[in-house]
Nanobody, 128 residues
Framework: VQLVESGGGLVQTGGSLKLSCVAS????????VGWFRQAPGKGREGFSC????????YYADSVKGRFTISRDNAKNTVYLQMNSLKPDDPAVYYC??????????????????????WGQGTQVTVSS
């Protein structure tokens, strides 16, 4: 699976961006997809996930209520709608995918080690 993110850019505080994660080679239907981000000098944060089995979604508290993850399997794409962007949100945003059991995804969804396939990242910058 190859993943390509797009949609990053510069936005003002309070603004919105929509990121896309497009998969090639294999159908994304069978894969759980997570979104991660990493800011300079900080660790990688797994903040959202959508499962393959039933489309369950998961969010970290840092983005809950502001970000929405969705998937369009016909387009082999997962989206991340980001609203009310804050000065804490700037980072390189990555999508990642893997086949994760329904029993495991609810527990381990935010762990980068659960995902074998990663995109190259897209930069999100928020200006005040």
């Amino acid at each position: 699976v190859q993943l390509v993110e797009s949609g990053g850019g510069l936005v003002q505080t309070g603004g919105s961006l929509k990121l896309s994660c497009v998969a090639s080679v294999l159908p994304l239907d069978y894969y759980t997809v997570g979104w991660f981000r990493q800011a300079p000098g900080k660790g990688r944060e797994g903040f959202s996930c959508i499962s393959a089995s039933n489309g369950s979604t998961y969010y970290a508290d840092s983005v809950k209520g502001r970000f929405t993850i969705s998937r369009d399997n016909a387009k082999n794409t997962v989206y991340l709608q980001m609203n009310s962007l804050k000065p804490d949100d700037p980072a390189v945003y990555y999508c990642a995918a893997d086949i994760i059991s329904p029993q495991a995804v609810g527990v381990w969804w935010s762990m980068g080690s659960e995902y074998d396939y990663w995109g190259q990242g897209t930069q999100v910058t928020v200006s005040s």
